[in-house]
DNA sequence: TCATATAATGACTCTCAGTCATTATATGAA
DNA sequence: TTCATATAATGACTGAGAGTCATTATATGA
């Protein structure tokens, strides 16, 4: 019989991913107070009560940690997204609740967005597991699924002009990061200098793109 | 009489000035061909044939050296929009040129928005002498507000309905960058995956942006 | 020609990512 | 329970690279 050796793997296995966990809790810790250039591996060992080597034996390099902490993100920001899925049929404004959703989703999880515009460097994504980097960017398309089947039913609402709704949603995504960049670098210089704040600067462009969407008479 | 010094420490004055040049060209090919991360002030030092403290006599950190590489790209970008200052008055399409003008800029120099982008993250800034930072967000500034008027210009003729020409400005930089930025990550997989290159992309956006602009009859 | 100021050098220090031989712990058999 | 074996954790160690600084070379001017 091995019901005995099957609870003890079980409860081995547990305990790993438990491990697992602490080390990506320390890491989002760390990540998030210092970004990645400052952290050390050191630094997140101690802040869970590990080795350092100890965190290579669960995760492959620094880089390896700091995507699983996108992924993380990535995966709060598809489930922000799917709530948007649920919806009474023929409702107006669907594209400006993804937009608002996606602004939203940012004031909360603003820490997320300095990993996810990091990924983007060549260098940090060469050292990353490919295979990661690949879950982070399917997860990042099934958003924007959603949001394209939202520009879809509206356009066949006809609350919306002939567009295409794939292209339409990748430019509002685009549009939002490029407004959180902006503003994300240096949040005093922005303020004082350009003089709109970020939430005035969101509702505008949103303004913008929906003129833009909107099926004239 | 103190010409003859003059003459010399003049000289001197001059060559310390090609030094710099030489040393800025060498780091400009090192970040090119590696980014920040993976390249070396060895490296740089090898290229233009001088010892790795002597760098460290022309700038004071490699965040300087690479921020300068970016205020060259700046001082770039600013040259470019000048030419759109000139016009024909009353030309219509002013906003169209202004996004055509940045977007190949990117196609001639997307080296320097890699650089662009990762100086965002703030500890790459937080080692940069800040008053080089300032010199660049001064020049952004300047191209921003080139664009500012191209949109007063044409509201005034009444080519675009009435908006915020500033805020409408910031909106289209915003927008571009966040498009180069989803595409600049990771080219194979967006072409393939996305389904839409590049250029199409920025020609919806840029349909999209003028459609929410254009003044409705 | 020599004394002094200025610039260049590269060996050195320090920090940190990643490794691996050693130590500790868990498992399963006798 | 006791021992043998497999698995996991450890932290001293290595290698690389940013930045420093005592030493060396060069330029200037008397």
Redesign the interface.
């Known amino acids: 019989m091995n019901t005995g050796q099957n609870r003890k793997t079980e409860r081995r296995r547990k305990e790993q991913l438990a491990r697992r966990r602490a080390i990506l809790a320390a890491a989002r810790e760390v990540f998030f107070a ?5 952290a050390t591996i050191d630094d997140i060992a101690n802040r869970c009560g590990l080795a350092k080597g100890t965190i290579y034996l669960y995760f492959k390099s620094k880089e390896d940690l700091y995507i699983s902490i996108m992924a993380e993100g990535m995966g709060r920001l598809r489930r922000t997204f799917e709530v948007l899925k649920v919806h009474p049929p023929g409702d107006r404004g669907l594209v400006e609740k993804a937009f608002r959703a996606y602004y939203g989703f940012y004031l909360k999880n603003r820490k997320y967005f ?1 990993i996810m ?9 060469a050292r990353a597991p490919q295979e990661l980097l690949m879950r982070c ?1 399917d997860t990042g ?1 099934e958003c924007m699924t959603i949001v394209r089947d939202l520009v879809q039913e509206g356009m066949e609402h006809g609350y919306y ?1 002939k ?2 709704p ?3 949603a ?2 509002l ?7 959180i ?2 503003y ?3 949040p005093i ?1 922005r303020e004082e ?4 704040d970020l939430e ?2 969101m509702m ?2 949103l ?7 909107r099926m ?1 008479k």
């Open positions: 210092r970004g990645f250039m400052d300095r515009f990091l990924s983007n460097q060549p260098d940090v994504r960017m398309r002009r567009v295409d794939w292209a339409v990748n430019i995504w685009a549009s939002i990061n490029g407004i960049m902006a994300e670098h240096d210089y200098i350009v003089g709109i005035k600067m505008y462009s303004d913008l793109v929906m003129e833009g969407l004239k």
